[in-house]
């Protein structure tokens, strides 16, 4: 008899190991850079972007195909030009089973307007914001704002009782190398809960069974596991080690497509690649001619018209990207196809130009580049070095992990810079309020002007669509004139994964795993 009950809890033990693990769903997903914080108003960069919204949610949220829907608010209605109230769910729980209320909105949204918050001027239109009853919230706004929800849609709420409790009211400050909990550790809504973080190792999401939301994924796990050497990632999903890439190298797509395991999507991206350069400094940290050759604006177009773009989209980029006139890209509010024209490769007007600036001779300069953050970054930086030797500009290349690339920028540090800026707003306003508003936070070009700063005030608060599209426009054209940036092309992103793993892609290269399935 105990021998026959022994077989018996055996046979069961193994029917229930064998059901679990036929039920447990995992992805192992990799990308060559981590996220650069769990705080999820510290840092207002993709790939920290693509983790806080697994794990935080938002009043509103782009769906799968962008278009702004209810999240944490079922409605909205505008009361007057200026003022906002948003309905919220009342079955909305925290992963730690506490309640979230309207008090948390409130919190969450003035923390993110709080000095060390990366997403201040997201909201800056944003005046005051206060809990009407527990599940209503007032937004007033200084002036009309047309693109409200677009901003509040990267906003992600927190809870009010845990960031107290863990000595977190205010963001981290990312800028300074502060660490606090919430830097490393996450609490929200969302259909994820993160349970191990190791930056730039490991990140596990678990499946938060507290979550509001139909559960339309069967995934019970996430293992973010970033690869910094394409290789080596490609390799890791090749070999099965890893179940999607969301970054594959384009180097890399025939070898992953032609493999009977695996697949590759890919899409334009929202996001453009560009250089900048320091135009404020008297002269250049890293140059050789005692002044800033940056300042004169014959200058900024011989290094413009030395690039060779379709060189670089057909060597560097293997066809996938698009050569950019501006920083922004279609389906953007106040982007057109005229706009986005490039001045003309020309080498001999680039030596020109660069003569009659007082430089034939050129000059020296250091160009900074992070080398795990945008595709082929490092390499599209070693083949600008090369095409701007050829007009005489000697340019050393300086590539570093992003991490620090963006904080160095952040510090002043550079003369000569790659960056790449995404729309997640879908609206010239982000791109002009970041990278070229005086003193913007992102504006290391160091560019001010009186008529943009005013259009920029235009977009911000008018209503009437065409007016608001003039100013849209006159802003394009002054910023393009000036060349305060060298546009090199808008990113195509590709993502390959195991042909059993359905994980859509969407433009803002974020994943949505709450709409993933492992098959």
């Known amino acids: 008899m105990k021998f026959t009950n022994l077989i018996k809890f055996l046979l069961a033990t193994l029917i229930i190991f064998a059901s679990n693990n036929a039920i447990a769903k995992t992805i192992k997903w990799s990308m060559q850079g981590d996220s650069l914080t769990l705080d999820p108003h510290a840092q207002n960069e993709g790939p920290t972007t693509q983790v806080s919204r697994q794990i935080y949610e938002a009043l509103v949220t782009r769906g799968l195909d962008m278009s702004i829907g209810p999240q944490l608010a079922t409605k909205w209605k505008a009361v007057d030009p200026n003022t906002w109230y948003f309905y919220l769910r009342d079955d909305v729980k925290f992963s730690n089973g506490q309640k979230m209320t309207s008090e948390d909105v409130v919190f969450s949204i003035l923390r993110a307007k709080q000095p060390t918050s990366d997403f201040k001027e997201y909201i800056s239109t944003i005046s005051s914001v206060k809990a009407i009853d527990d599940y209503t919230v007032q937004i007033k706004t200084s002036k009309p704002n047309p693109i409200l929800l677009n901003q509040l849609s990267n906003i992600f709420v927190m809870s009010k009782q845990w960031a107290t409790d863990n000595f977190a009211i205010a963001p981290q400050n990312w800028d300074a190398g502060q660490e606090t909990f919430s830097a490393t550790n996450a609490m929200g809504t969302g259909p994820f809960k993160i349970t191990l973080r190791e930056p730039n190792t490991k990140t596990v999401f678990k499946k938060n069974g507290k979550w509001w939301g139909n559960v339309e994924h069967n995934i019970t796990e996430i293992q973010l596991l970033p690869i910094k050497n394409a290789a080596t990632r490609v390799a890791a999903l090749?070999?099965?080690?890893?179940?999607?890439?969301?970054?594959?190298?384009?180097?890399?797509l025939a070898r992953?497509?032609?493999?009977?395991?695996?697949?590759?999507?890919?899409t334009p991206q929202m996001r453009t690649i560009f250089l900048g350069m320091d135009q404020a400094a008297d002269k250049l940290r890293t140059?050789?001619?005692?002044?800033?050759?940056?300042k004169k604006k014959e200058v900024r177009q011989a290094l413009y018209q030395a690039i060779d773009i379709e060189a670089i989209k057909k060597k560097v980029m293997r066809g996938l990207s698009e050569p950019a006139g501006i920083i922004t890209f279609p389906g953007v509010t106040g982007y057109t196809k005229a706009l986005d024209k490039r001045l003309p490769y020309d080498v001999d007007a680039a030596k020109k130009l660069l003569a009659d600036a007082g430089y034939p001779d050129g000059f020296d300069v250091e160009l900074r580049c992070p080398n795990d953050r945008y595709v082929n970054d490092e390499a599209i930086c070693t083949a600008v070095v090369g095409m701007l030797g050829k007009i005489g500009v000697n340019v050393s290349l300086f590539a570093q992990t992003k991490s620090k690339h963006f904080k160095e920028l952040k510090d002043n540090q550079g003369d000569f810079y790659m960056l790449g800026w995404g729309v997640?707003?879908?609206d010239s306003h982000y791109v002009f309020h970041y990278l070229y508003e005086s003193g913007a936070s992102w504006n290391k070009v160091n560019f001010s002007d009186s008529d943009v700063d005013a259009a920029i005030r235009v977009m911000e608060g008018e209503v009437d669509l065409d007016k608001r599209n003039a100013a849209i426009a006159k802003a394009w054209k002054i910023v393009r004139d000036n060349i305060a940036y060298l546009p090199l092309h808008h990113q195509v992103i590709s993502w390959a994964s195991k042909s059993n793993v359905d994980v859509p892609i969407r433009p803002n290269n974020e994943p949505l795993f709450r709409f993933s399935r492992v098959n």
């Not at 140059?287 to 940056?294: A, E, I, L, M, Q």
């Open 424 to 426: 997640p707003t879908l």
């Open 287 to 294: 140059g050789n001619t005692g002044d800033n050759p940056f």
């Open 238 to 252: 090749l070999s099965g080690e890893i179940d999607i890439v969301t970054d594959a190298p384009v180097q890399d």
């Open 256 to 266: 992953i497509s032609s493999s009977g395991g695996h697949k590759v999507e890919s």
